[in-house]
């Protein structure tokens, strides 16, 4: 069975950090695009940040480069985000996908193509 698993959420203060984990059973998380993306609430979902199978390229949106690092761990077959200096406006429930198509360059956020959406995991950054 396909699944992603997210984790590592939690409450925090501004200024603080947390590594979200994305988790992958049932198959080869490192031969697909992996994204991060998020909801806060009353807003659309947003991509933050993708790792390709390509070339393990990253790209980030504007409002969380410098503050943000994807990478995987082929042996673990997972794919975290190091998220640093948090605002509350990063409060959101920070949610993990993969490209259906392997061993290409990430797509668009808002490609069609991103699926195997996980539950999420709920960030809350204390005001």
């Known amino acids: 069975q396909v699944q992603l698993v997210e984790s590592g959420g939690g409450l925090v203060q501004p200024g603080g950090s947390l590594r979200l984990s994305c988790a992958a059973s049932?198959?080869?998380?490192?031969?697909?695009?992996t994204g991060w993306f998020r909801q806060a609430p009353g807003k659309e979902r947003e991509g933050v940040a993708c790792?390709?199978?390509?070339?393990?390229?990253?790209n980030y949106a504007d409002s969380v480069k410098g503050r943000f690092s994807i990478s995987r761990d082929n042996a673990q077959n997972t794919v975290f985000l190091q998220i640093n200096s948090l605002t509350p406006e990063d409060t959101a429930v920070y949610y993990c996908?993969?490209?259906?198509?392997?061993?290409?360059?990430?797509?668009?956020?808002?490609?069609?193509?991103?699926?195997?959406w996980g539950r999420g995991t709920q960030v809350t950054v204390l005001s």
């Open positions: 996908a993969v490209d259906a198509v392997p061993g290409r360059i990430c797509p668009q956020f808002g490609s069609q193509t991103w699926t195997s």
């Open positions: 049932g198959f080869t998380l490192d031969r697909y695009g």
């Open positions: 790792i390709s199978s390509a070339d393990r390229s990253t």
